[in-house]
């Protein structure tokens, strides 16, 4: 893949990237940061890429095992929460629920949160989130329904449900 056909195919792909790494790390200057390393690894690694699945999938799975790293890098308990003044106060509601479920997602096992994340956020197919994540197709139902049991018990437990 030359340079031009990398930037035809893999640059749309880049706010969905930049997504998934938001909805990963809570932080959005780390996210922007993390999203800059996937599309520079992808990039060096172009001549690699052999089409067997989707470039965003390709994409996809760079940014995952990155935001895998920089969480385990970091304690627990630090997730970063973007801090705003809003005025509004449906808008005050809805930052504060984005980032209460940003909160839980940090609580969650990786194979949860990413699984979630996937699936919610940028709404991938069975098959997407079977080869993202490198399982087997007929497991992602399984394991969706136990992230989501996870995030639910989760959730009573900190008296949110």
């Known amino acids: 893949m030359d340079r031009e056909e990398f930037e035809r195919l893999c640059l749309p792909c880049y706010a969905k990237v930049l997504h998934l790494c938001e909805r990963w790390l809570g932080c959005p200057s780390r996210a922007e940061e993390v999203a800059q390393e996937t599309f520079l690894r992808a990039y060096r690694a172009r001549s690699s890429y052999r089409g067997q699945a989707s470039v965003s999938t390709w ?10 790293e920089v969480a385990r890098k970091r304690a627990p308990t ?8 809003v005025v509004d106060e449906a808008a005050q509601q809805a930052q504060q629920a984005r980032l209460t479920s940003l909160a839980l997602l940090s609580r969650l096992s990786q194979r949860s949160r990413s699984l979630l994340i996937l699936r919610a956020a940028l709404e991938l197919s069975y098959a997407e989130i079977a080869e993202v994540l490198e399982i087997p197709i ?8 136990r992230a989501r049991a996870e995030a639910t018990s989760l959730a009573r437990q900190e ?3």
């Open 159 to 161: 008296g949110i449900l």
């Open 59 to 68: 994409l996809y799975r760079i940014a995952q095992r990155l935001c895998w």
């Open 78 to 85: 630090a997730l970063e929460l973007p801090q705003f003044e």
């Open 138 to 145: 007929n497991q992602v139902g399984v394991y969706l329904q």
